[in-house]
């Protein structure tokens, strides 16, 4: 091997550890992140390893760690970031003006709107592939945060209970391929509006 081809060599060796110096106080975790994000959605829970984020965000396979001590625990960051999404999803769609009965529709369209769009984030966030829930008190508190809000945009917790319950169960049942509610010929696409027609009937009922 000639002194060309050493440096050629040694400039490939030292490509991944170049780009992650490239990221700077908070951008290597936001670029993890972003990789793993895209990795769930476009491939599986599966394929969302360590490795493969750091492939992904161009950086050594060290990288990773300085951020994340495990797979776990970059797993639980994502369903956190989730459930922050979601929240403001719901904060946004509590907004309208009106009676109960036109906001449920609205907020479950919202709620709905959020699974569409990140459907493996969904069941991230409420499945089972986190089974050490209890060892990571946040993530009981983002989801307890869901209902909440819910409850305090119609000023009532029960009926904010059963709207989520409503409209969660829908979802997963649409994830898992249970029923159909148009997604399997057009799309998730469409879920939040047919959310809202179910909502609209199942809470249709005048409250005094």
Do not use: C
């Amino acid at each position: 091997m000639d002194e060309r081809d050493q440096s050629m060599v040694a400039a490939t060796m030292a490509a991944p550890e170049k780009a992650a110096r490239g990221y700077h106080h908070g951008d290597l975790r936001n670029g993890l992140l972003d990789a793993a994000r895209a990795i769930l959605e476009e491939e599986s829970l599966a394929a969302l390893t360590l490795r493969a984020v750091a492939r992904r965000a161009g950086v050594s396979h060290a990288a990773p760690y300085r951020h994340f001590p495990n797979h776990e625990a970059l797993l639980v960051e994502l369903a956190i970031e989730g459930f922050d999404e979601l929240r403001e999803a719901i904060v946004e769609a509590a907004k309208l003006h009106g009676s109960d009965q036109e906001r449920i529709p609205h907020i479950g369209a919202a709620y709905m709107r959020f699974v569409a769009a990140r459907p493996a984030l969904a069941r991230l966030m409420f499945g089972g592939q986190l089974p050490n829930r209890d060892q990571f008190p946040t993530l009981g508190l983002k989801a307890d945060a869901i209902g909440t809000e819910i409850g305090n945009a119609l000023s009532d917790p029960a009926l904010g209970m059963a709207v989520w319950s409503s409209v969660h169960g829908l979802a997963m049942l649409v994830l898992e391929n249970v029923i159909d509610l148009g997604q399997r010929r057009s799309g998730l696409h469409v879920l939040p509006a047919r959310a809202e027609i179910v909502l609209r009937s199942l809470f249709s009922t005048a409250r005094d």
